[in-house]
C-alpha cells in the first residue's frame, strides 16, 4: 500500500482520484490547495504525488519546482494533471520533473493504471550526501565540508543543519526544529536553537547569510 497525496481544486475530480487510489489498495489524501499540501509534506513525505496545474493559490509547477529543489522530496515521483493540453504544457511539465502527465478528461483506469506503473518502476534511493553549492552534507561520514575543506559541527549543529537542507526553502518552526533536533522531551532554554543558529552561521561562513530568520516563526534556509 502506498501513500497518494492528491493536489486538486476540483473537488469533484479529487473525489473520484481519491475513491480510485483507495479502491486500488491505496492510502489517498487530498488537498484543494498548494499550502495545505506543503504543510503536510513536512510531516509526513508520500510515496507519490497526484498534481493538478491550475490551482487557486499557486502553480502546479512552482510546487512541482519546489519539490524538486528540496532533498527530501526530490525523488518523490509526480504526475501532473491538467486541462491544458498544448504541447508547451507538456513540456514544461516535464521538463520541470514530472514523471508523468495525463490530460483532463481522463479514464479511471488510465489513472490508476499510470499510478501503478510509476510506483512499480520508483525504487526508493538512500540519500547519502545532502548539497547546498559547494556546501556538502556527507550522511556516512557525519561530515560537513564547504569548498572541499572539512568543517566540524558539534553533533546538535550536525542535526540541526541537516533538518534545514532536508528541508530547503521550506519555513520550518521554532517548536518543530526543537522537537527534531532535541527531542520531544527536551527542556532547557529558548535561546537554545538561536544560539546554536548563531554558532552554526559562524561555522559555515558565508553560508550562514543562506540561513533566514523568520520573525515570529522561525528559520529557513535558501
Excluded at 514530472?98 to 520508483?122: G, H, N, Q, T
Excluded at 552534507?137 to 564547504?146: H, N, V
Excluded at 540541526?160 to 520550518?172: A, F, P, Q, R, T
Amino acid at each position: 500500500m502506498a501513500l497518494i497525496y492528491i493536489v486538486e481544486d476540483d473537488e469533484s475530480i479529487r473525489e473520484i482520484e481519491e475513491y480510485a487510489m483507495k479502491n486500488s489498495g491505496h492510502q489517498a489524501i487530498g488537498f484543494s490547495c498548494g499550502g495545505d499540501f506543503f504543510k503536510k509534506v513536512s510531516e509526513v513525505i508520500p510515496d507519490l504525488i497526484i498534481l493538478d496545474i491550475m490551482l487557486p493559490d499557486i502553480s502546479g509547477n512552482d510546487i512541482l519546482y519546489k519539490l524538486r529543489n528540496n532533498a527530501t522530496t526530490k525523488r518523490i515521483p509526480v504526475i501532473m494533471v491538467t486541462a491544458k493540453t498544448t504541447e508547451l504544457d507538456l513540456i514544461k511539465g516535464l521538463d520541470g520533473g514530472a514523471d508523468d502527465y495525463l490530460k483532463k478528461p481522463f479514464s479511471v483506469m488510465e489513472l490508476i493504471s499510470r499510478v501503478k506503473a510509476l510506483l512499480r518502476r520508483s525504487t526508493p534511493a538512500e540519500i547519502d550526501t545532502i548539497e547546498l553549492d559547494g556546501l556538502l552534507l556527507d550522511e556516512k561520514k557525519r561530515e560537513l565540508t564547504i569548498d572541499g575543506a572539512q568543517v566540524v559541527l558539534t553533533y546538535k549543529e550536525y542535526e540541526l543543519l541537516k533538518y534545514l537542507l532536508e528541508n530547503k526553502s521550506i519555513v520550518l518552526e521554532r517548536d518543530k526544529i526543537m522537537e527534531h533536533v532535541w527531542g520531544t522531551d527536551y527542556i532547557g532554554e529558548s535561546r537554545t536553537l538561536d544560539m546554536h543558529i548563531k554558532t552554526l552561521r559562524q561555522k559555515i561562513g558565508d553560508y550562514g547569510t543562506r540561513i533566514r530568520t523568520v520573525r515570529n516563526v522561525g528559520y529557513v534556509i535558501e
